[in-house]
């Protein structure tokens, strides 16, 4: 039996990510952290089109006692079914403090 997918599975959204990493994170993990969404975006057949390190910035509020954050820009295309996925194991990173990912309109 084949299944059918559906014409929004098949095209690719532009998205953008930002994320706030630990300050406790050392660089090595850091780009870790930076590998993991890279390597999840391209393995799952998206392009990443830009990534920006914004760099340590003031917190708004405290997040898990932190009052600072590395911040990191993310823009890429990928299939909308597979933005669940990213932001699952985003969520489950204990060195992201908060993250907001953004479909693009198009």
Do not use: C
């Not at 393995?43 to 830009?50: F, K, L, Q």
């Not at 898990?64 to 194991?89: I, T």
């Amino acid at each position: 039996m084949e299944t059918m997918v559906s014409q929004e599975d098949k095209q690719f959204r532009d998205y953008e990510l930002v994320v706030i990493i630990s300050p406790e994170v050392v660089d090595e993990a850091f780009d870790a952290v930076i590998d993991n969404i890279s390597r999840f975006i391209t393995e799952n057949g998206g392009t990443i089109s830009n990534i920006e390190r914004w760099g340590k910035r003031r917190l708004a509020y405290p997040i898990k006692h932190f009052l600072e954050g590395d911040y990191v820009l993310a823009r890429f295309k990928l299939r909308p079914k597979l933005s669940k996925g990213l932001e699952a194991s985003l969520q489950i990173s204990e060195d992201v403090l908060r993250h907001l990912l953004i479909r693009l309109s198009s």
